[in-house]
């Protein structure tokens, strides 16, 4: 078995789910990881897919020709999981320009990579001003995680970090 990994992006419309697993279900892949969102109008995702070799080239064609949907894929060996150097960190800050990069790049020079990041950002409830809210999953050796907490922290006053895993 490989994996297939699929993004695409399409507007919105009720069936794109349902279209996608059964192709891939008709041509005998097994529906893995996956991260889809609907974002202003559009729907996009990222799925993950184990599936026979020998089966790749025509589950891609296949869904190349969906209409409105825009397919990127990549295939990759399967590696062991790194579930043992992993923290889950959600943070809560106000909304500004650059705050991604800014936390991305302590992630960086701290020797974290990066696995997962979920944000968003809407009106806090007593103030209406703009927070952003993240959740990361990030691989780091466990003796470097203290500093990385450090070095977020010190990216503003604002910035509240609770550790979920």
């Known amino acids: 078995m490989s994996l297939l990994v699929v993004s695409f992006i ?69 590696k062991d999981s790194q579930q043992d150097n992993v923290i889950v960190l959600e943070l809560t800050a106000n909304d500004r320009s650059g705050i991604i990069q800014e936390i991305s790049s302590k992630v960086h020079k701290q020797g974290g990579n990066l696995m997962k990041l979920v944000s968003t950002t809407g009106p806090a409830a007593h103030t209406g001003q703009d927070l952003f809210k993240a959740k990361m999953t990030i691989s780091i050796n466990p003796q470097d995680k203290d500093t ?7 990216i503003s006053d604002d910035l509240m970090i609770d550790i979920t895993h």
Request: glycine residues 8%; aromatic residues 2%.
């Open 10 to 78: 399409s507007p919105d419309r009720p069936g794109i789910v349902d279209t996608l697993s059964d192709l891939i279900n008709q041509h005998g892949g097994n529906w893995q990881t996956s991260s889809l969102h609907h974002l202003h109008g559009l729907f996009a995702g990222t799925v993950e897919i184990a599936i026979e070799e020998n089966l790749i080239e025509k589950l891609i064609e296949d869904l190349q020709s969906i209409p409105s949907l825009k397919i990127v894929s990549q295939t990759t060996p399967r």
């Open 148 to 154: 990385l907490i450090d070095a977020l922290e010190g």
